[in-house]
């Protein structure tokens, strides 16, 4: 019995996966996040902030940081991303410029510090005027934002005059070791509190919201997340399988007992 419940089972568990499951070669990642926590960043590499000051990483990060990447004439996720980093630290108790900072960095070489300057001032509207400055803007060179991108594995793509890209944040110790990934457009005082102390800390830690991954894929089109739903009912029936699987074999291996 045991031996015909598995030939029925185990032909479902195949038919319930995507085909692209069964690949065993690494998936290149066109638009999306690869995540390199623990690696440290090149803290070398130079860049202009919004007053057209020659900087380094290095000399910016000494604390735990909060970095972001957008374009200034972005028509879809970087406002919303700006906002959300917003809201979520006006709402942070912790003191920004002391504790943590914020960085942003933009990926597209005609920004210039001129714009964001301008960008900046929209957006630290929400939050104290004092950590205003502990906001960075910064521009570069296409070589640098290469390099910085590449680094931190935030993978966007040119579509006419603009960009397929996700959204998140990634925090850096002050070591420039990436401790953490934020996926969305919004996130929890509480999430970004324990993603600062444990950079602090330099602990690397993955996030829970990596799951989404599975169930949501990016449409650089409509530059929107789609729900994968053969992929969420493929892995349900797995496990309903394998449950079912168990059950059945548990119940066939009981004896009745001889009277």
């Given at each position: ?6 030939s ?20 290149e ?31 910016l990060i ?18 919303p991303l ?29 920004d210039?510090?001129?714009?964001a300057?301008i ?33 931190l ?22 070591s ?32 829970i ?17 789609t ?9 349900l ?23």
């Amino acid at each position: 019995m045991n031996r015909l419940l598995f030939s029925l089972l185990f032909p479902l568990l195949f038919l319930s996966l995507p085909a692209q499951e069964f690949s065993t070669a690494k998936i290149e990642i066109e638009v999306g996040f690869e995540e390199k926590l623990g690696n440290i960043i090149p803290l070398q590499l130079q860049f202009l902030n919004e007053n057209n000051d020659t900087v380094t990483l290095g000399e910016l990060i000494d604390k735990p940081t909060i970095l972001s990447f957008v374009y200034f004439d972005c028509p879809g996720l970087c406002s919303p991303l700006m906002d959300g980093i917003a809201e979520a630290i006006s709402k942070l108790d912790m003191k920004l410029g002391e504790e943590y900072q914020l960085i942003t960095i933009s990926f597209n070489t005609t920004d210039t510090p001129e714009k964001a300057k301008i960008k900046k001032e929209n957006f630290v509207q929400n939050i104290k005027g004092e950590d205003r400055e502990h906001w960075i803007y910064l521009t570069g060179w296409q070589e640098n934002i290469d390099a910085i991108t590449d680094a931190l594995g935030f993978r966007y793509k040119p579509q006419g005059l603009d960009f397929a890209h996700p959204s998140g944040v990634m925090i850096i110790s002050p070591s420039g070791k990436i401790t953490r990934y934020l996926y969305g457009l919004t996130f929890l005082p509480f999430d970004l509190k324990m993603a600062i102390i444990e950079s602090q800390k330099e602990i690397s830690r993955p996030t829970i919201n990596k799951v989404l991954e599975l169930c949501f894929s990016y449409d650089p089109v409509g530059r929107t997340y789609t729900l994968q739903i053969t992929r969420i009912i493929g892995g349900l029936t797995i496990f309903i399988a394998v449950i079912v699987f168990i059950i059945l074999l548990v119940r066939g291996r009981k004896k009745p007992v001889k009277q």
